[in-house]
């Protein structure tokens, strides 16, 4: 990273975004990034943030929350010594689904010109500096990556009636497809991109959501529909999202 750390002094900026708005249904309504990760540590938002405070060639790190959060809430689940420190942080309100609120702070964003962004989930507590680095050094290298982990286990492609995306355990689905394995991965954060398209193509994004009732849930996604590939490189499988409460406990699995 010392050759892109010369080169970001000169003219290469990156910002991060980091997600953390979401209702956190599935742990009950409690709000993830807001607990802590052992009794009297740091919180799951707190390790996120500084994980990526720590990183020299990022600047400015927008956390979109919960609407109403960003008045003093949020603040008070990062350590003092991380808010108040070398690097910009903001408070963005977010929306209604992970996009948009990935898109507000991208917008917010936009008045600090950075040349790349890194937009990272703030359920993802145990990110690494060195994924996140090799995730910068690949973004300026391609224009848009993510890191991904092979899987594991034989996927299938489900046929499931409603909208509803999990299995009913009263209720049976039924293959729709059997998948292969090879060529298929399970993407993670932080996804790099550079910043002037992402934001564009989320804002092409919105117009076609808002068209043809579609939600994208991914920035790959919105940079592989509007902009072109995105780029893949090795994830970390350390670097877990937590969804349910056991996922807390579970980093040494």
């Known amino acids: 990273m ?51 405070a720590s990183c020299p060639g990022i600047g400015t790190i ?13 603040a008070s689940k990062i350590p003092a010594e991380i808010l108040y420190g070398d690097k910009h942080i903001i408070f963005v309100p977010g929306g209604p689904t992970r996009r948009v609120s990935v898109n507000n702070a991208l917008s917010f964003l936009e008045s600090c010109h950075p040349t ?8 993802r507590p145990w990110v690494k500096r060195d994924l996140i680095e090799r995730c910068m050094e690949a973004t300026i290298r391609y224009g848009a990556v993510i890191p991904a982990l092979p899987l594991t286990e034989t996927p299938k492609e489900l046929h499931i009636l409603g909208s509803c995306s999990e299995l009913d355990p009263k209720e049976p689905a039924f293959i729709e497809r059997h998948l292969r394995r090879e060529g298929i991965c399970t993407a993670q954060t932080p996804q790099g991109f550079k910043f002037p398209e992402i934001l564009a193509a989320h804002e092409k994004a919105a117009e076609r959501e808002e068209k043809e009732c579609i939600e994208y849930t991914d920035d790959a996604e919105v940079w592989g529909e509007f902009v072109g590939k995105v780029a893949v490189i090795a994830g970390d499988p350390e670097n877990r999202k937590i969804t349910y409460m056991e996922d807390l406990s579970r980093r040494n699995e």
């Open 2 to 52: 010392h050759e892109m750390h010369s080169s970001q002094a000169t003219d290469i900026s990156f910002a991060a975004v980091i997600s953390a708005a979401g209702s956190s249904s599935r742990m009950g309504g409690v709000k993830k990034e807001y607990l802590p990760l052992a009794p009297g540590g740091m919180t799951v938002l707190g390790a996120v943030v500084a994980a990526f």
């Open 62 to 74: 927008a956390v979109a929350v919960r609407p109403g959060d960003e008045n003093g809430e949020a």
């Open 116 to 123: 790349y962004v890194l937009i990272h989930d703030g359920a």
